[in-house]
């Protein structure tokens, strides 16, 4: 099983940036991808950016130009860059692993990040 741990979150003015990290640890050989989604207030969980053991990654158009995937295979730990941070980035984050040999995905736990205008 993997389990994923995501930090750096927090309260931050508008214009700030901030940097996610998630940091996996368990069967890190099931591991497919990595990416973060995120849930504001009131809406659905969707994708934000996704990064594959490769390197290839992927944006949603949203999230295009402001947002940066990354990874530390060292540490097995992928970060998430935000800047320019708005109000309507406020919600919560969250960690995703999409995994393979018929296991399931996981979830991080979330964090928490709110923008103030």
């Known amino acids: 099983q993997v389990q994923l741990v995501e930090s750096g979150g927090g309260l931050v003015p508008a214009g700030g940036s901030l940097r996610l990290s998630c940091a996996a640890s368990?069967?890190?050989?099931?591991?497919?991808?990595l990416g973060w989604y995120r849930q504001a207030p009131g809406k659905q969980r969707e994708l934000v950016a996704t990064?594959?053991?490769?390197?290839?990654?992927k944006y949603s158009d949203s999230a295009k130009g402001r947002f940066a995937i990354s990874r530390d295979s060292a540490t097995n730990t992928v970060y998430l860059q935000i800047n320019s941070l708005e109000p309507e980035d406020t919600a919560v984050y969250y960690c995703?692993?999409?995994?393979?040999?018929?296991?399931?995905?996981?979830w991080g736990q979330g964090t928490l990040v709110t923008v103030s205008s």
């Open positions: 990064i594959t053991q490769g390197g290839t990654t």
């Open positions: 368990g069967s890190i050989f099931s591991i497919n991808s």
């Open positions: 995703h692993a999409d995994t393979r040999f018929g296991l399931p995905e996981v």
